[in-house]
């Protein structure tokens, strides 16, 4: 019961924070604007940087947003049939409902990873993810279980035509991002 418990929670969870970060970049995350590319006087790309305070803003907000969520979630939580948990398709869907709850314990952390590769001759391949993670308790009749969250959704990926430093690229956005105490107990 424990597992199929998690399991719902943490599809939810899921759900929400993936929500929440497609919602808040698609307003405001352009990679033109965030990313500045510097080129010398052949075209050739000589430095890239992030704008940092544009990227933990909007982390920011993406951390606030998946908090009011997940204090919904909190107060509302989940239900399945009892069935559910034997794993067989024919009763599933009977049984008497199993509420699960939950609560947000510990921090809302919002980074981002960024990935270079070769995308073929004179191209590389930029991606950025969000990272977001949390941890709270599902609680079930009579049983309480921790469980931490990570969803990682990318947010951009754009190919880099040109010729590229041959000193290794390296963004440093571990630094970004944003931690927020979870508003439960």
């Given at each position: 019961?424990?597992?199929?418990?998690?399991s719902q929670m943490r599809t939810k969870i899921v759900e929400i924070i993936s929500k929440t970060v497609l919602t808040e970049y698609s307003k405001r995350f352009n990679y033109d604007k965030i990313m500045n590319i510097d080129k010398d006087k052949q075209g050739n790309i000589t430095l890239l940087r992030a704008d940092t305070l544009k990227m933990n803003s909007i982390a920011c907000d993406v951390s606030l947003e998946a908090q009011r969520e997940l204090k919904k979630l909190q107060q509302i939580g989940i239900k399945f049939p009892l069935g559910y948990m034997f794993k067989n398709n024919l009763i599933a869907y009977y049984g008497p409902n199993v509420k699960v709850r939950m609560e947000p314990i510990g921090y809302i952390e919002t980074k981002y990873l960024s990935n270079f590769e070769s995308a073929g001759i004179n191209q590389t391949r930029h991606t950025i993810y969000v990272q977001v993670k949390t941890n709270v308790k599902v609680i079930i009749p009579f049983k309480t279980d921790v469980i931490e969250v990570k969803n990682q959704v990318p947010i951009c990926e754009t190919i880099i035509v040109g010729k590229t430093p041959e000193t290794a690229i390296d963004m440093n956005l571990d630094s970004?991002?944003?931690?927020m105490k979870s508003?439960?107990?």
């Open positions: 019961m424990v597992e199929v418990a998690d970004a991002g944003f931690k508003a439960g107990k």
